[in-house]
């Protein structure tokens, strides 16, 4: 079994993964105050973005436990670097790795390794979670792939996002770098509810 440690070393550091070079398309059924074109466009924009820096803070509400971190997100086209540490590891932990392979080192308990987030985390938790998705959900976007449910906000921004059980809820946006971007959202699903607080973005495109 799983220690805590290990459980919330694993949790947090899997809140923001790479799923790969997927394209934007997805199957959307929109509603709010936004207006649709807008919404297009800006998610052409930030779907461009494959290069950013996170600074912030992470905290998770669930039914046995809870707790609050730092993170930085280190994406560089299909490569990241995430870092936890505070209170909730009780410690570090760092993510790295690609499409492909990934590994995580938790201080004082090792390295693992596997093949995507998603089953290193089964691997260790027994849970099944769309992780990856937090690539896409991270920057106010739906993930590719599945069907969504979206609610723009006057801006024509996400306000809210429904996707394979899941909820989230963007709280704040705050523009970096010409980009809008958000800086606090909810996540809602599984009996968990995850809290994301973005004190730092440094946004950049690779690839033109």
Known sequence: ???????????FALLALLA??????????????????RWRAHKREIG?????????????????????GTLFWL??????????????GRGAARLTGRPGGI????????RYQA????????????WRLPVSHLLWWVRGLPAPGSRSQLTLDGDSHLARLRQDGWQVEYQRYAEQNGFWLPERLKLY?????????IKDWQPR????
Do not use: N
Not at 75 to 88: H, W
Not at 190 to 197: A, E, F, P
């Open 103 to 110: 590994e995580l080192e938790v201080a004082g308990q090792g």
């Open 189 to 197: 699903g599984q009996d968990l509810v995850i809290t994301l607080v």
């Open 20 to 37: 790969g070079c997927a394209g934007l398309t997805s199957r959307e059924a929109l509603e709010g105050q936004g207006d649709p074109e």
């Open 1 to 11: 079994m799983p220690t805590p440690f290990l459980r919330h070393g694993l949790l």
């Open 115 to 126: 093949e995507s987030p998603e089953a290193l985390l089964e691997q260790q938790l027994g």
């Open 48 to 68: 461009a973005l494959d290069a950013w820096q996170i600074s912030g803070k992470v905290g998770i509400q669930a039914p046995r436990e809870s707790g609050s």
């Open 205 to 208: 495109r690779l690839g033109l």
């Open 75 to 88: 994406q560089r086209q299909d490569y990241y670097d995430i870092r936890l540490s505070g209170p909730l």
